[in-house]
């Protein structure tokens, strides 16, 4: 061992050459460049490669990326411009918000819509007129004070 060191194989610390074992992971020690580089990880596919799971306002993006990450499913969240007829969303419905898309693989798109719809159940069906004389939110459709500043269901802010 010519470079005065060794090092873990397992978490890279480096020691002097009198040690035998790492202290932080008990495996032997040995000499750098003795230990091969682990595989990068595959780079996720860019928004061309993927499917669009849901598009909507930033409170939505989040809640559904993080119910995604914790499902440990893979996904991409990025500002989605397109338009309708794009596959994208009218960012009027949502008051003019920005609007995010969430994207997976296609592989991953059937489990991905079980975890949109579980999180998005209590969210009326599109389309269901609200009873008369209520306010209902642009976004989900769930009631609102007339004089809101923000909906208490999904986030959204009323400008």
């Known amino acids: 061992m010519t470079d005065g060191y060794q090092i873990c194989p397992e978490c890279s610390d480096e020691y002097t050459l009198t040690a035998s074992t790492c202290t932080e992971c008990g495996v032997p020690l040995v000499a750098p ?25 930033l409170p939505w993006t989040r809640a559904l990326s993080e119910t995604m990450s914790g499902a440990d499913l893979e996904h991409r969240v990025e500002q989605d411009d397109r338009k309708p007829e794009e596959g994208g969303v009218d960012p009027e419905r949502f008051g003019g918000e920005t609007l995010y898309g969430t994207w997976v693989r296609p592989e991953d798109h059937e489990r991905a819509l079980e975890i949109d719809r579980s999180l998005f159940a209590h969210f009326e069906p599109e389309g269901q007129a609200p009873a008369a004389g209520e306010e209902v939110c642009p976004a989900c459709a769930d009631p609102i004070d007339a004089e809101a500043l923000e909906c208490a269901g999904c986030g959204l802010h009323f400008g």
């Open 33 to 57: 460049g003795s230990v091969e580089a682990p595989p990068e990880p595959e780079a996720f596919p860019e928004i061309d490669a993927l499917v669009c799971v849901r598009v909507g306002p």
